[in-house]
């Protein structure tokens, strides 16, 4: 008589193991990667670090003027003669101060600042789930319209840093 292991069956006199769930031990290197591989990597790092930065270079340097320019710190040139001042043109503050209201605006224009919906996934949409939805719903539309969140002096800085750096990243707590 063969004894078993465990939850192990017998199928046609073979004994099967059960089928066991992956764990982090089966997948971890045990030993280092092999010199040709570790080389791969650094020329692979070092190839994208040194295109990276060779392509965002001409953008940086315009940001840092653009920035410059924003905040009134004069540039020198030495056209026509060394020492010169190079006047800027603030057309980049025109075109923020005019288009900032209406990314502003267009945030504030509803009553409601959000919409949350129990959408259909993997199960099915109950009742309680539409009623959570609707509670958090009316929860962070309140958050939203909270004078003591200085939600639109917080939405005017984060559109007028859209529109210097191309993308805003802000907290609302």
Same mark, same amino acid.
């Given at each position: 008589?063969?004894?078993?292991?465990?939850?192990? +069956?017998?199928? *046609?006199?073979?004994?099967?193991?059960?089928?066991?769930?992956?764990?982090?031990? !089966?997948?971890?290197?045990?030993?280092? @990667?092999?010199?040709?591989?570790?080389?791969?990597? +650094?020329?692979?790092? &070092?190839?994208?670090?040194?295109? &990276?930065? =060779?392509?965002?270079? =001409?953008?940086?340097?315009?940001?840092?003027?653009?920035? $410059?320019?924003?905040?009134?710190?004069?540039?020198?040139? =030495?056209? @026509?003669?060394?020492?010169?001042? !190079?006047?800027?043109?603030?057309?980049? &503050?025109?075109?923020?101060? /005019?288009?900032? @209201?209406?990314?502003?605006?267009?945030?504030?224009?509803?009553?409601?600042?959000? +919409?949350?919906?129990?959408? *259909?996934?993997?199960?099915?949409?109950?009742? *309680?789930?539409?009623?959570?939805?609707?509670?958090?719903?009316?929860?962070? $539309?309140?958050?939203?319209?909270? @004078?003591?969140? *200085?939600?639109?002096?917080?939405?005017?800085?984060?559109? &007028?840093?859209?529109?210097? /750096?191309?993308?805003?990243?802000? +907290?609302?707590?």
């Amino acid at each position: 008589m063969t004894k078993l292991r465990g939850n192990a +069956k017998i199928k *046609e006199g073979i004994e099967i193991m059960p089928e066991r769930k992956p764990s982090l031990k !089966d997948i971890s290197i045990t030993k280092k @990667p092999s010199a040709r591989i570790q080389e791969f990597i +650094k020329e692979t790092r &070092d190839t994208i670090t040194t295109h &990276d930065i =060779d392509s965002r270079e =001409d953008w940086l340097t315009k940001m840092r003027i653009a920035r $410059n320019m924003r905040q009134g710190i004069k540039r020198v040139s =030495d056209n @026509p003669y060394p020492g010169a001042p !190079d006047i800027p043109l603030p057309e980049t &503050d025109k075109i923020i101060k /005019k288009q900032k @209201p209406r990314f502003v605006l267009a945030a504030l224009a509803g009553k409601r600042f959000m +919409k949350v919906v129990a959408m *259909e996934g993997v199960q099915s949409v109950t009742p *309680e789930m539409k009623e959570a939805a609707k509670r958090v719903n009316m929860a962070m $539309n309140f958050v939203f319209q909270n @004078p003591h969140q *200085e939600w639109l002096q917080k939405l005017t800085l984060a559109a &007028d840093n859209f529109l210097e /750096k191309g993308h805003c990243i802000f +907290k609302i707590v």
